[in-house]
């Protein structure tokens, strides 16, 4: 299969910590994506990840377990302007991109 | 600045209209995609091209045409066989993968209403 799970909706703090999970089965694997899209407007870059573990990139990170075909984005330090989608994609066996419906995240006072 | 450039941002069609939108690179990049973007739904690929004069099939290819005489352009003309094509539409653009991650570089989009 080729399903990417992720939550429909998420709500933080401002300068809280919030984690956006993902899953992904499929028997192919060439990396995965973090995109970050605002509303109306295109998704721009965020992560990617083909090997197990932790990337660091400012307030967010992006983790990877591929025996448990699943990341997480974590975002530090949240600001208002973090209010956005985050669209996970898989890129699979034929190095095309598999994405998720996207997280919705509401980030309050 | 390089940059990918989608027009128009905003489309209306009458039904049984073919629109044809525009998606110009200048980042040098050999493949370019068109996404389609609904509602509680991932992005979904209808066509993409990784060199001049050949492009491929999406998941979602039918109702619309593609043409890619540059390396620089690839519009997408959506016809009217596409049954519900009120859509938010995305054109990126890549390195081939194997020359870097794949990350793809996007247009600002273009939203299709169809009257």
């Known amino acids: 299969g080729q399903n990417i799970d992720q939550p429909t909706e998420m709500t933080a703090t401002e300068g809280a910590i919030v984690q956006i999970n993902c899953t992904y089965q499929?028997?192919?694997?060439?990396?995965l994506f973090w995109y970050q899209q605002h509303a109306g407007e295109a998704p721009t870059f965020l992560s990617y990840?083909?090997l197990d573990g932790l990337e660091e990139k400012g307030r967010f990170s992006s983790f990877l377990s591929r025996s448990k075909g699943y990341s997480y984005l974590l975002l530090k330090e949240l600001q208002m302007k973090d209010s956005a989608s985050y669209l996970c994609?898989?890129?699979?066996?034929?190095?095309?991109?598999?994405w998720g419906a996207g997280t919705k995240l509401i980030i309050k006072p | 600045d390089g940059g990918i450039t989608q027009s128009p941002k905003y489309l209306f069609r009458k039904e049984g209209q073919n629109v044809t939108l525009s998606c110009e690179q200048n980042?040098?990049?050999?493949?370019m995609y068109w996404y389609r973007q609904d509602p509680g739904q991932g992005l979904r690929l209808i066509y993409y091209?990784?060199?001049?004069?050949?492009?491929q099939k999406g998941d979602i290819a039918e109702g619309y045409s593609v043409s890619r005489e540059k390396k620089e352009s690839f519009p997408l003309t959506v016809t009217s066989a596409q049954k519900n094509p009120t859509a938010f539409y995305l054109c990126a653009s890549s390195l081939l993968v194997g020359h870097n991650t794949g990350e793809l570089f996007f247009g600002e989009g273009s939203r299709l209403t169809v009257l």
């Open positions: 499929t028997s192919g694997f060439n990396g």
């Open positions: 980042l040098n990049h050999d493949a």
């Open positions: 990840n083909v």
């Open positions: 994609a898989e890129m699979d066996s034929n190095y095309q991109l598999i």
């Open positions: 091209s990784q060199i001049v004069n050949d492009f």
